[in-house]
């Protein structure tokens, strides 16, 4: 069931960070997908969608992250609490932000995902706190309107961050 499902989203992780062959690295997050669907387990589903997204992120694919991304997105919206929903909006923030002529549509979901960040409080993902800083802190660069916007941005996120370090909770969730 979920202990299975969780093994090989772990198991595609591990092969991906050993340099195994990408068709291995797919094939193990789509049977963790197929363990998630089978068991109706929506958080499960977040975490291989999420892991897919980073994935194809890491391998250059910013439109097949995106679409990874959309998918989390869609399912923390409809199923699952703001602390999914926060990752989600982080992870396609950052994917967004990749390309110059989406940074727009990044900073939006910049925006969302700190406030719902904020909203989640103590239960706030430290990973993704952590991820959605130093996003916002590469953005910052120039002197545009956009990095305007994400210097703005920053100091709430180095709130969270300061938050969760204070907690001392900086466990692997993502």
Known sequence: GRSEGQACRL???????GGAAEAQVEDAFK???????????????FSVLTGMGSHALRAG????????????????KRVLA???EAIAEGNL????????SRRPEALAHFRKAVLLQERAGGSASPQAVRALH???QALCGGEGQQQQEARGLLPRAASLLQKARERGDWEEDL
Do not use: N, P, V, Y
């Open 11 to 17: 198991l595609a992780r591990a092969l991906e960070e």
């Open 31 to 45: 049977q963790a997908l197929r363990i998630a669907h089978k068991q109706d387990d929506m958080e499960l589903s």
């Open 61 to 76: 694919d910013a439109d097949l992250a995106e679409h990874f991304f959309l998918q989390a997105q869609t399912l923390a």
């Open 82 to 84: 703001e602390r999914e």
């Open 93 to 100: 923030a950052q994917c967004l932000a990749l390309g110059e």
């Open 134 to 136: 130093t996003d916002l």
